[in-house]
């Protein structure tokens, strides 16, 4: 089955303590994204990449990075988690030009 | 620069009336435009999407969305609400300005509820 997959879906965390949020997608797709959703801001873009090796910053880069060294993981690794953090992430994918995202199930991350 | 206007972040009908989500859209390129809809703790699933073929674009679960560039609208519709159809609707647009050609713009959100 064609599909993104996150882990954790759930976490609570501290401030301070690294963690990653790995993504993992099986159809071979070139481009991967991770956004963060907040109620009432919709979904906004934390980073992206268009291929192996080749990763760039999205709208509310800060505080996130990413690596993307085989073509299907991406992980968000938070270095510093903050309160301001506390969100749902998502991690989609797509092949290239301008086609459909596809979303994974979301991991809601509480920093406190 | 690219960006989607969801007018009305809640919007309650009862079952079986026509279902209205209203979408604007900001574009300088012909737009690529896109509904999306969230269930209660899932992940984001496409409805439909308009690619600049026909302006009338038929998506799963009955819904249907029509493309008017003269009013920069793409409202989502479905004649007759189902229970079923209770869920988060994101309106979405292709961002070409910024070079990365997958990344969506999306609306803030409109949240249906279905009356039984």
């Known amino acids: 089955e064609a599909q993104v997959t996150q882990n954790p879906r759930y976490l609570i965390t501290v401030t301070g303590k690294k963690l990653t949020v790995t993504c993992s997608q099986n159809?071979?797709?070139?481009?991967m994204s991770w956004y963060r959703q907040d109620p009432g801001l919709g979904l906004r873009q934390i980073y992206y990449?268009?291929?192996?090796?080749?990763?760039d910053k999205g709208d509310v880069p800060e505080g996130y990075k990413v690596s993307r060294k085989e073509k299907r993981n991406f992980p968000l690794i938070l270095e510093s988690p903050s309160p301001n953090q506390t969100s749902l992430y998502f991690c989609?994918?797509?092949?290239?030009?301008?086609?459909?995202?596809?979303f994974g199930e979301g991991s809601r991350l509480t920093v406190l | 620069a690219q960006s989607v206007t969801q007018l009305g972040s809640h919007v309650s009908v009862s079952e079986g009336a026509l279902v209205l989500l209203r979408c604007n859209y900001s574009s300088s390129v012909p737009p690529y435009l896109f509904w999306y809809v969230q269930y209660p703790n899932q992940g984001l699933q496409l409805l439909l999407k308009?690619?600049?073929?026909?302006?009338l674009v038929k998506g799963i679960n009955g819904f249907e969305a029509e493309f008017k560039k003269s009013e920069t609208s793409f409202h989502l519709t479905k004649p007759s609400a189902h229970m079923s159809d209770a869920a988060e609707y994101f309106c979405a647009v292709s961002d070409l300005d910024g070079g990365a050609t997958n990344k969506l713009i999306f609306g803030t959100g409109t949240l249906l509820a279905v009356q039984p």
């Open positions: 159809m071979n797709h070139e481009y």
């Open positions: 989609a994918s797509s092949f290239g030009g301008r086609g459909e995202l596809f």
């Open positions: 990449s268009m291929n192996v090796e080749v990763t």
């Open positions: 308009y690619t600049s073929a026909a302006t």
